[in-house]
């Protein structure tokens, strides 16, 4: 199996080495390296239809990369046997854009279901942390409630619930603000600082919500459409000050580079 | 709509745009346009005229967006600056991020080689994605007999009374009628020869030995089958089954499982029940119309029906239950994501499992008639 280079810094906790993302034969995105701190909040992101999604499906596994590899601390993600893969997989909590609730259970029961399978708790000791991580996300009382029945940002917020179930070390935010309101956004924003902060995790944010992004955000990269590969990384806001790439620059600013761009 | 040119001098194309541009109306060809660039005078920039131009809509922006595309192909400068404001403006949206030309699909021309290569690809790739899904299901039963599947046991009741008490009233009122008819259509000819008690036999065989299963198999088809292929589609529409892949549990024995044990299990006793509902219509003309007592037709149906016709009823039931299963579980978990593919997997699970159906009940006559039972 292949190692990440050692470099004098800390091993970084995620690397993305020469990857290729492709639907048959048509690529999506190609020539991507970059690495991931453990503890960082970490964007990707980049206009729409990208790849962003794309990207964080091959990084959980469900898609498989054309080529190229992803190593979890050292062990490469696709080249590690399945049982190593599902063992990477118990530490990655995932938060999809429509939450992605079981409907066939109430709220409770979706976020018990991973506990469930994973630890041998007890029923009680079950059920108490369910309430806990329900009240985390402001839905406590909604336990016997079904996806059907509660709003959108509500779903996405007990679908959060389920995500960090286990505590997981890395969790992953597929547009977590896409149809919410801005107060909400901006809570869920909170949320996510408040996760790494008490949970310690790695977060991993698809988006290309600027808000979110410079809110949150203290790593980053950007995909490019056009040239299909990443042109730019780093922190987001050093990025806005410091790139000289006019499409960084266009998309950090909305657009309106105006007195910015000589 | 009028187009007339100017020069070329200094290098300097000058097109004049006048009148009012509708769309639906004729637009100037862009040959004439074609034919001023590629001739031999040197053109390095076109620049616009629109102060005649009145109204203007999309129909301009299409003529300007192909002047501009032979412009760039031309390695001609293209001078915006005439245009009237918005035209420029939108000029600029509409070319600001460049085609990307091999996303587009690509049209093969359609010969007839070409659809039966297309189909023949598509018929062996079914077939594969169709022998996984068997082998999964299949190891995945094997898992379940060892003990170590992981499923929830209140997904296999709810779905053992979906397939079970909740289809009874259908498959009572289908087998009656199926009964009552075969009674009616038989009596009549075997009237003639007065032989209206063997209504009992006529009913009692075609019922228990093969049409109880085969009416069972088509309503579960049509009912459970189809609402599988929906259940597991519209999961797959909104990612639930991407989340169950990344907690690590298999979505073959979390959501098809549980389906095909509540069929399997369900179908025989449906198909038990629909027995004694076929031989009930049966009866109800053989008594009302034929004067036949209920006692005698009992009797008769008792002589003519053996063990043996029950037990091929019985497992060909089952035989149907795995195919409807499987049938529609697979169409659900092929299913695209949108809610056209929840509709496609539906109707694409209740015709699979309908032919599968037609196609075991003839393999299992030809073997009966093989093995003579």
């Known amino acids: ?262 | 709509m009028k187009m007339s040119f100017n020069g070329p001098t200094e290098g300097v194309l000058l097109i004049h745009l006048s009148g009012e541009w509708r769309i639906g109306g004729d637009l100037p060809p862009v040959k004439e346009i074609q034919n001023q660039l590629m001739s031999e005078i040197d053109i390095r920039k076109v620049a616009f005229d629109a102060k005649d131009l009145t109204q203007w809509d999309s129909s301009l922006l299409i003529l300007l967006k192909k002047i501009k595309t032979l412009c760039s192909e031309n390695s001609i400068f293209m001078d915006h600056e005439g245009l009237p404001k918005g035209a420029k403006r939108l000029l600029e949206l509409a070319t600001a991020v460049p085609e990307i030309s091999d996303a587009k699909k690509v049209k093969e021309h359609e010969t007839f080689l070409y659809l039966v290569g297309a189909e023949t690809v598509h018929f062996f790739r079914s077939a594969r994605e169709m022998i996984a899904f068997i082998g999964g299901a299949f190891l995945a039963f094997i898992r379940f007999f060892k003990g170590k599947a992981r499923y929830r046991r209140t997904d296999l009741t709810m779905a053992i009374q979906e397939c079970g008490a909740q289809a009874l009233p259908i498959v009572s009122l289908i087998s009656l009628l199926v009964g009552l008819i075969l009674a009616f259509v038989g009596a009549i000819q075997l009237k003639m020869f007065g032989a209206q008690i063997y209504i009992a036999n006529l009913v009692g065989i075609a019922m228990v030995r093969v049409m109880g299963a085969v009416m069972t198999g088509t309503i579960m088809a049509g009912r459970t089958g189809a609402a599988f292929a929906a259940q597991i589609g519209t999961m797959e529409v909104n990612e639930e089954i991407d989340a169950l892949k990344t907690l690590g549990i298999s979505p073959m024995e979390y959501l098809v499982l549980p389906r095909m044990l509540a069929l399997v299990l369900m179908m025989p006793l449906l198909c038990l029940y629909a027995d004694l509902m076929g031989i009930l219509g049966g009866s109800i003309v053989a008594v009302g119309m034929f004067d036949i007592n209920m006692f005698q037709y009992y009797i008769q149906t008792k002589g003519a029906v053996s063990l043996n016709d029950f037990w091929i009823g019985l497992f060909t039931s089952a035989v149907f239950g795995v195919l409807v299963a499987l049938a529609g579980c697979l169409r659900g978990m092929q299913c695209g994501r949108s809610a056209s593919d929840v509709g496609n997997a539906a109707t694409s699970a209740v015709v699979t499992s309908i032919v599968s159906i037609i196609v075991a009940t003839a393999v299992i006559t030809i073997m009966c008639n093989v093995i003579g039972i």
């Open chain 1, 1 to 262: 199996m292949a190692h990440p280079q050692q470099t004098t810094k800390p091993a970084p906790y995620i690397t993305i080495r020469d990857l290729t993302m492709a639907y048959d034969s048509f690529v999506v995105m190609k020539d991507l390296n970059f690495t991931i701190d453990r503890g960082d909040v970490f964007i990707i992101m980049g206009g729409s239809g990208c790849g962003k999604s794309t990207l964080m499906k091959i990084m959980v596994g469900l898609k498989e990369p054309a080529k190229g590899q992803i190593f979890y601390n050292d062990l490469s993600f696709w080249e590690a046997d399945l049982s190593d893969r599902m063992n990477i997989m118990k530490h990655i909590g995932i938060l999809y854009q429509y939450g992605a609730l079981w409907s066939s259970m109430t709220l409770a029961e979706n976020v018990a279901f991973p506990l469930e399978e994973y630890t041998d708790l007890g029923h009680n000791e079950i059920w108490e942390l369910v309430s806990l991580k329900l009240a985390m996300v402001g839905l406590s009382g909604f336990e016997d409630f079904y996806p059907s029945e509660i709003s959108g940002g509500m779903r996405k917020r007990a679908a959060l619930a389920r995500a960090i179930a286990l505590d997981p070390d890395i969790l992953f935010f597929d547009e977590p603000s896409a149809g919410l309101d801005p107060v909400s956004a901006k809570r869920l924003d909170d949320l996510i600082l408040e996760l790494r902060d008490s949970l310690g995790a790695t977060i991993i944010v698809v988006t290309h919500e600027l808000a979110s992004i410079f809110a949150i955000g203290n790593n980053s990269v950007f995909l490019d459409p056009e040239t299909r590969t990443m042109i730019a990384q780093g922190n987001p806001k050093m990025l806005l000050e410091n790139t000289q790439d006019p499409k960084v620059l266009n998309f950090l600013m909305r657009g309106d580079t105006k007195g910015h761009i000589s």
